[in-house]
């Protein structure tokens, strides 16, 4: 049994206008970062004298990785905000990067400044090196807010370590997800003794005024985007599930309802963080892609059961209640900069390209959809697609393994044969890394230039 939502004119004509893609701001916004950075190191710079022995060299090492550390923290909040800016415009996925490299350079500077201090005042005392953990707990019990700063550092240290890949892949996402919001607790426990125990703010008022305006105006954004705007959405759009319907082999999905749906914001390629309030599953939040146009009264994701969370999607009973953070993620008509455009989608990466093939612009022949699957049981909403297809058009193809399960060819070769004009074309894409990684590969080979090619990963 498949679903089937209809609308899809009134779908394109939300999103029929002259196209003119909207401008990614991850230039201006990474030379804002570093001007902020070169910022921190003029301060450092200021208000450090003239160094005449190890100690002092050691000291100020300490100082300016503390500083680079402190200022990095907040951009590692930052970018778990949700800001509408970084996750529509530049890209859930590309900020979820910006993130995980921030988050390890933080840690790392954290980690140095940590030890160059007590290795510096350890010097200062008469000691050395051997004397770093007795002058480290020295200063956590003379300081000010130096305990407060040790339980942070400590909470960083264990986040740092679960998120590296071995450690990630061996721990279930949602035990991942609620030790990573920790973050917030760390960087809040590490935040004061900067302002007591540092230098360069106790010589610098403007600088105190400076660090306060960065860490205020940071927790102002948590507060609105990842509290005050998903109460808003809920309380108005009062989502609940209306039905699950099973697609294709261990693929399902699930309508929800709610009310002016129409209005939630949300474009066709783009996903929900989603929380379903049923037994097992009120503390498990995870992202899923709209697989159809937002209507008036209806909101659809289709899920592929890959985990315990997704497997008890088919559970849900109708009227849970349902609780929603989004929309986010910038795989969005706004990124197209052609009149023909190739989807591209391998296995339950259809969710996404469903929807942009029922929305995007196009006469007929302009609009072409690649379905990549193990076999034709698992092309899930192919009934959907194909009237898609029939009424807008538009080419469909798939490409499934053969009957001894030999994997069909997506070369430069291939993509040329069946699409003569593709590096006339933009193309989007979303699938399993390595899948994405070969298509990419192929359509470079075709000539597609890399601006053209957009793609979001959403593996977890």
């Avoid at 005449?52 to 402190?70: E, K």
């Avoid at 809040?188 to 205020?216: C, I, K, N």
């Avoid at 319907?245 to 996903?271: D, K, N, T, Y």
Wanted: net charge positive; glycine share 10%; hydrophobic share 45%.
């Amino acid at each position: 049994m498949t679903t089937t939502l209809a609308g899809g004119r009134a779908a394109r004509r939300q999103t029929m206008r002259r196209i003119r893609p909207r401008r990614s701001p991850a230039v201006p916004l990474l030379l804002a970062v570093w001007a902020g950075a070169a910022g921190v190191l003029w301060l450092w710079w200021r208000n450090t004298p003239a160094i005449s022995d190890d100690a002092g060299r050691i000291l100020n090492a300490g100082r300016i990785t503390g500083l680079l550390a402190g200022y990095l923290m907040a951009l590692v909040v930052l970018q778990m905000a949700r800001v509408p800016a970084l996750e529509r415009r530049v890209g859930s996925d590309r900020v979820a990067r910006w993130h995980a490299m921030s988050g390890r350079y933080t840690l790392c500077l954290t980690l140095a400044h940590v030890l160059l201090t007590m290795w510096g005042y350890a010097l200062q005392a008469g000691g050395g090196l051997g004397t770093v953990v007795a002058q480290t707990v020295e200063s956590i019990q003379g300081l000010p807010d130096m305990g407060k700063a040790a339980v942070g550092t400590a909470l960083l240290a264990v986040i740092g370590s679960a998120s590296a890949g071995p450690v990630r892949r061996r721990i279930p996402y949602d035990a991942w997800y609620h030790l990573h919001l920790l973050t917030y607790a760390a960087v809040f426990l590490a935040f004061w003794h900067q302002l007591t125990t540092g230098y360069d703010f106790a010589v610098e008022p403007l600088a105190t005024t400076a660090w306060y305006a960065l860490y205020g105006s940071v927790t102002a954004l948590v507060v609105w985007y990842r509290v005050l705007t998903p109460l808003r959405l809920n309380l108005r759009h009062r989502l609940r599930v209306d039905s699950v319907v099973e697609e294709a082999p261990g693929v399902v999905s699930v309508l929800i309802g709610g009310r002016r749906l129409h209005r939630i914001g949300a474009e066709a390629g783009q996903f929900f963080r989603w929380r379903f309030l049923a037994p097992g599953m009120r503390f498990s939040s995870h992202p899923y892609s709209l697989s159809a146009p937002p209507r008036p009264d209806t909101l659809r994701i289709t899920v592929k059961a890959m985990g315990d969370h997704s497997e008890r999607l088919r559970e849900l009973r109708p009227g849970t209640r349902v609780w929603a953070e989004g929309p986010y993620g910038a795989l969005t008509a706004r990124r197209r900069s052609r009149g023909k455009v190739l989807l591209v989608a391998g296995g339950v990466g259809i969710t996404p390209m469903r929807a942009l093939f029922e929305t995007l612009p196009g006469s007929g022949g302009d609009i072409t959809l690649l379905y990549r699957a193990n076999s034709t049981r698992d092309l899930a909403l192919w009934s959907e697609l194909a009237a898609i297809a029939d009424e807008r058009g538009a080419r469909l193809m798939y490409a499934v393994n053969s009957p001894d399960g030999e994997r069909p060819d997506i070369s430069a070769e291939t993509l040329t044969s069946k699409i003569p004009d593709i590096d006339r074309h933009d193309v989007f894409m979303c699938g399993p890394p390595g899948f994405a990684r070969s298509v990419y590969e192929a359509l470079r080979g075709a000539g597609v230039p890399a601006r053209r090619i957009h793609h979001e990963s959403f593996a977890m």
